[in-house]
């Protein structure tokens, strides 16, 4: 081999190590994270906060914990806000079972409520307010079990937003436990 093919070489193969290596690290990160989260939190399913945080492409590339709180606080988000959308849809329905209507009417104001917090939540983390991080992940939290509450109280009532409140509460314990991680990382770090 000639010297510029071999530089050539070495540096292409350690690019490509370097790509591998951070793919598995993240791969390891997400993991690690959900096992932790599933063995504290009862509410939380391993695959399920596996395969949500993997199936965001950024989490190929999250390198910190830190990294998969923001990136798990937005993914709550984005769920709130579509699920708002749906709501809001099913609500101008005219197949609408009027007896639906008045806790449709709730969901939608919970989930904007919801959407706002998490809002709020993305912006206290990326100030290190932890605490009001955690807060605001809480309150959003309640919307979805207060929603599916309200068909309960109808007359029959069938909830057409049960699998979306399941996955809005499960969405919202991750983010909570990777962001209360962070914090206890943060305070673990002040004490030494
Ligand atoms: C919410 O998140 C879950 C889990 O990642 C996903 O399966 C579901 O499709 C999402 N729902 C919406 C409305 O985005």
């Known amino acids: 081999m000639t010297p510029p093919f071999a530089i050539f070489v070495l540096f292409s193969l350690s690019f490509f190590l370097c790509c591998c290596f951070n793919g598995a690290i993240a791969a390891d990160l997400i993991q690690e994270t959900c096992k932790k989260s599933a063995q504290k939190d009862p509410n939380i399913n ?9 199936a965001v492409p950024k989490s190929h590339n999250a390198m910190s914990l830190k990294s998969l709180a923001r990136i798990s606080i937005k993914l709550a988000k984005t769920n709130a806000t579509r699920t708002r959308s749906y709501v809001k ?3 101008k329905s005219k197949t609408l079972n ?70 809005m509460f499960q969405l919202c ?9 962070v914090s206890k990382e943060l305070t673990l770090k002040e004490e030494l």
């Open 98 to 167: 009027p007896r639906d209507k008045p806790p449709l009417t709730d969901c939608l104001e919970l989930y904007s409520d919801a959407v706002d917090s998490l809002k709020a939540a993305v912006k206290a983390f990326k100030s290190k307010d932890y605490s009001k991080a955690n807060v605001e992940v809480s309150s959003a939290m309640d919307a979805p079990s207060t929603c599916e509450e309200g068909f309960q109280e109808t007359k029959g009532g069938v909830s057409p937003l049960t699998k979306r409140n399941k996955d």
């Open 89 to 91: 849809k099913l609500s």
């Open 46 to 54: 391993y695959k399920f906060c596996v395969t949500s945080l993997e």
């Open 173 to 181: 314990a991750i983010a909570l436990s990777i962001i209360n991680m």
